[in-house]
């Protein structure tokens, strides 16, 4: 429960950071909220020869609306996201995500960006990345690109960022009001790793859903949207068969996880239950 | 005044709140750090150990002539094994000590652990139950044939008429999952050679300070004076630190031998796959019972799942023949038979933990009465009603005598605090709306305080039981209690200074009580089986006596009043119908000072000693339980908990209450979240709390309790017993109320813990079977 020896840097700059990086490669780590590296190093899991801590570099701690998106920088921590981070519905939805993610230690050292980072399955904001289709800025010495959430998860644990890529923001395209949103997760005790999990976002015009975003998270190795659902959904009055068979469609369309918690059976029937209630969730408010 | 029944705060908190308290890592300063090299495979014959050049590395080879542990049973249906220090030719579980080494720190000792290579040559293990107990199963000890190292009979003359006679014969086989007992502070020790006198200090994180004495000096074959043990702070035990193990032996030898101070600092990976488990058991159980709904018999089968070894002094025999002993718990029975065993494994030793057996037992008793009360279209309360123990004392089927209880009174109360009737309107209703509302309840005794006749009788060759205690009066006025029994927790320090206070006359806030270490305290056996309350506060009420009567004496002389006319109250003694008084601190400081005007405490001073050896109470209690299955996922929700408790006379109110709180939870942990797995090759699957489920404040109701108080004389402080009923009872309540949830299916619980996909899982049986 001690890790290996490493290497310690404190980058001021994120040039500093970037040119760590590039150095190290493979051997070298980003240290940002350090909830998940940390215990994995303590259990020997991870054994980074070196740790690029970028907690001092203030100029990643932000979170701006800009440009019609909101604009998450490196170190922005989960805990900021508790309370509505601006107007609008989607400040208005991060938070309904932001309490079911660990416990409030966690949430005030964990970053957003960090758990995006991981990829972890079972993480909220991967969903919401996912579900969202967010914008990933990264940034290397190489230089900078973006990318989307089916071009970046790779599986669990796994993601396409290279060893010498910072993940530096991530953007979040606004919602206006005509969007409504759901989000339901299903975890053993408060604050664990979620099960299953869902996130619905709609647009409803005239009592109809003209858009929608389906996502599901926690049951298989990475998050993913649910396409043949968004479209039963899209053009629907959204009503309860339509909600039911959605989550009959998410069900099948996974190829679950199985761990000591949850067989495959039981996170379908996990995912059809937590479709239904963020579907629900998002039609009646 | 009068400080017994009031609910002081605990004179332990503010040092603990404040950070101040020292607990074993933190005495670890200065010292170097034992790592332990521990088997990655659960059975194998180990054809090397291999560490680089120089490295200091302990094997059993350097450990020479010291001793394995091997506790024993006085009986012919035991069989004794053997547990090395450090194993040298085999491994029989994932965990079991290999090698050590010592470093600087602690992080290079597990550096230097990792550069261990140990080969092992594997072969299949016996993990479950039915693994052990096949025809041909591979034997974890050679001499336990069929795995079998305690099997335990009891019988009555008349089980098979009865069962032949009886109107319903209820049927099932109830198992429970492993469990760990989750101590905060998990184990550790910092063992210190004393250059001077060449004795060694072993601070550990025990419950039984005294009898870790005992065991290493023995293992070591050296003299007790040799050793002093201490138990400083410690982070909760519940059990699993009542038991010698191979690294505090290992540690006190290498202190021995490098002439140092090593410490060995636990972390929670070795803590839930390498330390003790418990619960793992399998009960088959058939209960006869006549038209009226009075049980007639019961027929257990009961097997233990004990691990790899037995623990030191319990015994592997602690869940399968209190088990044995304790089955028929609250009710009247005549017709009994029952068989115990425990089952060797290749897994983890098993110890005692809160509860032992009774909260497996208790479930299946509470579910047989359910189950039973269904069959005859009797009510859950009127079932029981009629076969409740209500004449005390109660001597048992298996002998166990029950001092008098409210075991009716506990549940009429509990039923009346919940309202069922008006429970059953709302359940309908939630029903016809999809909404699947239950309401379970448990009625337990608690066999409390159990001193040297209830061990004896489990005939175990090491017999607890006694307590003694030591009060003094120093020049100054202030008392010191010195006690036994070793608190890691509970409050004692708190209730005994109230008990005494009563006695003497001295404030709690002027009496220090002293526990935990061997060199200053009697020999006594720990703290466990909810006995130091009873033991050693009873012990501390007899010692008080005494002290107060030679308190009395001086004061009698000083104030020239006959003794028995001398009142001591508040620090004061008083002439009875007078206005002389005089400080306590005063005749304390005449009876060091002039102590030739004192004859009449010549011999004694201003102390007493006093030892209670009792044959044990009874505590009860009835627990219930609403809570709400969710249709879609399974999950279950606990939405009230209702705990009326019968502990005798309450010493502190608020401490028993915390006891109920932390007990109940642990019985909630039993019942919904925590297992401990293994996979087929033997591998412990839950070596972290993200996968070993320990609930949190969020899972846990608010928890509704209400006392109350049947005299007792089998207490001479009238105090029952309180540690354990919580986590005895609750597992019971919560699997009634899902089974109640889940009626409509048909759906009935028999294991533990009830996880939201098995409930979803039976729920789709259900379906599939009506079909």
Known sequence: MKPVSFRYFAPRSVDEAIDLLAEHGEEGKILAGGQSLVPAMNFRLARPASLIDINRIDALDYVREDGGQL???????????????????????????????????????????????????????????????????????????????????????????????????IRLGLLDDSWRTGFAEFSRRAGDYALAMAAAVLRLEDGRIVDARLGVGGAADRPSRIAAAEALLTGSDGGPDIVREAGNIAAEAIEPLEDIHASTVYRRDLVRAMVRRALNQALTR | MRWVGRPLPRYEDPVLLQGHGRYSADLAQGARF?????????????????????????????????????????????????????????????????????????ADAEDLAERVTVEINPETPVVTLDQAL????????????????????????????????????????????????????????VAAFDTASGRVTLSASTQMPHLLRTGIADALGIAESELRVIAPEVGGGFGQKMALIPEYVAAVWAARHFAC?????????????????????????????????????????????????????????????????????????????ARARAIATNTCPMAPYRGVSRPVITAAMERLMDCAAARLGLDALEIRRRNLTAEFPHTSVTGVVHDPGSYREAMEAAAQVI????????????????????????????????????????????????????????????LEARIGSSPHGQGLKTTL?????????????????????????????????????????????????????????????????????????????????????????????????QS?????????????????????????????????????????????????????????????????????????????????????????????????????????????????????????????????????GAPAAVLNAVSDALAPFGVGIFEMPITPQRVLHLLREAERKAQ
């Open chain 2, 497 to 593: 200074a109230q008990l005494v206070a009563d006695e003497t006359g001295i404030a709690p806030r002027d009496i220090r009580v002293v526990a935990g270490d061997t060199d200053r305290t009697p020999y006594g056996w720990g703290t466990f089986a909810s006995r130091s309350l009873v033991i050693a506060g009873g012990a501390c009420k007899l010692a008080g006596t005494k002290l107060r009567e030679r308190l009395q004496a001086v004061a009698s002389q000083v104030l020239e009043a006959a003794a028995s006319d001398i009142e001591i109250n508040d620090g004061r003694a008083f002439v009875r119908g007078t206005d002389l008084s005089i400080e306590v601190r005063q005749l304390a400081r005449a009876a060091y000072h």
């Open chain 2, 261 to 337: 101070t090593v410490a060995w600092i636990e972390d929670r990976l070795e803590n839930l796959t390498a330390s003790f488990h418990a619960r793992d058991q399998r009960l088959h159980l058939r209960g006869a019972f006549d038209a009226d709904g009075r049980l007639l018999a019961i027929d257990a089968d009961i097997l233990c799942n004990v691990g790899a070894y037995s623990n030191f002094p319990a015994t592997c025999g602690v869940e399968p023949l209190m088990a044995l002993a304790d089955m028929p718990g609250p009710y009247q029975l005549t017709e009994y038979r």
């Open chain 2, 134 to 189: 096949a025809p041909s199963a591979p034997l974890v000890h050679e001499a336990a044939a069929q795995n079998t190292l305690i099997d335990a009979r009891f019988e009555t003359a008349g089980v098979v008429v009865a069962f032949t006679s009886a109107d319903q014969v209820v049927e099932f086989t109830f198992t429970s999952g492993r469990q760990a007992a989750m101590p905060l502070e998990a184990r550790g020790a």
């Open chain 2, 596 to 728: 030739h005007r004192f004859p009449a405490i010549a011999e004694t001073g201003l102390s007493a000693v006093a030892t209670y050896d009792p044959y044990g109470t009874f505590s009860n209690a009835c627990h219930i339980a609403i809570v709400a299955a969710d249709g879609a996922t399974g999950q279950v929700t606990i939405e009230r908990f209702v705990i009326v408790e019968d502990a005798g006379q309450l010493i502190n109110p608020m401490i028993v209450e915390g006891q109920i709180h932390g007990g109940v939870a642990q019985g909630i942990a039993n019942a919904l979240y925590e297992r401990v797995v293994y996979d087929d090759a033997g591998n412990p699957l839950t070596g972290s709390l993200s996968d070993y489920l320990v609930p949190t404040m969020a899972e846990i109701p608010k928890l509704e309790i209400q006392h109350l108080v049947t005299p007792t004389d089998a207490s001479v402080t009238g105090a029952k017993g309180v540690g354990e009923g919580g986590t005895i």
């Open chain 1, 71 to 169: 604009r998450i920088g490196a170190l922005a921590r989960h805990a900021r996201f508790e309370t509505p981070v601006a107007r609008g519905v989607l400040a208005a939805f991060l938070p309904r995500v932001a309490r079911h993610i660990g416990h409030l230690p966690i949430r005030c050292r964990g970053t957003f960006c960090g758990s995006i980072a991981h990829a972890d399955p079972a993480s909220e904001w991967c969903l919401v990345a996912t579900t969202l289709n967010a914008e990933l800025a990264i940034m290397s010495r190489r230089g900078r690109r973006n990318v989307r959430p089916n071009e970046y998860f790779a599986g669990a644990l796994t993601t396409t960022l290279q060893p010498d890529e910072l993940l530096a923001e």
């Open chain 2, 419 to 478: 309202d069922i009737a008006q429970f059953r309107t709302r359940q309908q209703t939630a029903r016809s709306e999809g909404c699947w509302l239950g309401l379970g309840m448990s009625v337990f005794a608690e066999r409390t305080g159990p001193g040297t006749p209830a061990f004896a009788a489990r005939r175990m060759v090491m017999t607890p039981g006694f307590e003694r205690v030591e009060l003094v009066i120093d020049p100054s006025g202030f």
């Open chain 2, 34 to 106: 034992l790592r332990f090299v521990r088997s990655p495979i659960a059975r194998g014959r180990i054809l090397t150990v291999n560490a680089p050049p120089e490295t200091p590395m302990i094997t059993a080879a350097a450990l020479g002539d010291v001793k394995p542990i091997c506790p024993r049973l006085d009986r012919p249906d035991c069989v004794a094994v053997a547990q090395p220090i450090l194993a040298s030719e085999r491994v029989i579980y994932v965990g079991e000590p290999i090698a050590a080494v010592i470093s600087d720190t602690a």
